[in-house]
């Protein structure tokens, strides 16, 4: 006997080249996030800080410097040609290492292999949120996606920017973290990630005078 096998329709065909396009995307993010992983060390470590005057985790103000026009610090923020954009530095001020989402994959070869930790005052895309200062909402800088990880050591901090018209409208600057073994998984998920916040007001007094901002007292951090 013979078998008769039907031969799809030029519609089943356009449905299932589609079908096979989303199966390899989801498999290449897939394993980004595994490869990525790997690169991250389980083993949980006691957070020790290591300036008992600051907070484990803090941004403090770095310089202004005119934008060279089009994306600042990623893909979702600009800022045109000559603007102020406000360079921030993060620190993470414990022994143990942090993970960070990006816009973008974070890869560097050192001594022949992957490295996904950051260098010590590396200006890096980080993603943050602006939250509106009237808790009417935010704006996320990633656009709700995550590219990719990068692992901040303890004891190191690194620049990001922000377009300087965001604080001068009050908007405070928040970092989303995991600590290693939490789980990079949790950043943008929100299940357990922490933050630290930038406040307007924490800017010199001579960079709000230049920046032009006139707010109430910065509001507090909500890092734990």
């Known amino acids: 006997m013979f078998s008769i096998t039907r031969l799809p329709t030029s519609r089943g065909r356009s449905m299932a080249h589609q079908l096979a396009i989303g199966l390899i995307r989801v498999v290449a993010a897939l394993s980004l996030i595994l490869a990525q992983a790997s690169e991250f060390p389980s083993p949980e470590c006691v957070a020790r800080v290591t300036d008992k005057q600051e907070r484990p985790q ?16 990623g893909y979702y923020l600009e ?72 692992r901040l050591p303890g004891g190191s901090s690194l620049l990001f920017g922000v377009p300087a018209e965001y604080l001068r409208r009050g908007y405070l600057v928040s970092v989303p973290f995991v600590y290693e073994w939490e789980g990079i998984v949790f950043i943008r998920t929100r299940a357990l990630r922490r933050t630290t916040v930038f406040g307007p007001n924490e800017l010199p007094a001579s ?18």
């Open 207 to 224: 960079v709000q005078n230049e920046l032009g901002i006139s707010l109430e007292p910065a509001q507090g951090d909500d890092n734990d």
């Open 58 to 73: 803090f941004i403090r103000f770095e310089q202004v410097l005119p934008a060279t026009g089009g994306p600042i610090g």
């Open 79 to 150: 800022a045109a040609k000559g603007t102020p954009v406000v360079w921030l530095r993060l620190h993470n001020n414990t022994t143990c290492p942090i993970a960070l989402s990006m816009t973008h994959t974070y890869v560097r070869i050192e001594a022949g292999r992957n490295a996904t930790h950051v260098l010590e005052g590396e200006p890096v895309d980080i993603c943050f949120d602006l939250e509106d200062p009237t808790g009417k909402g935010r704006i996320s800088h990633c656009g709700g996606h995550t590219f990719g990880m990068a």
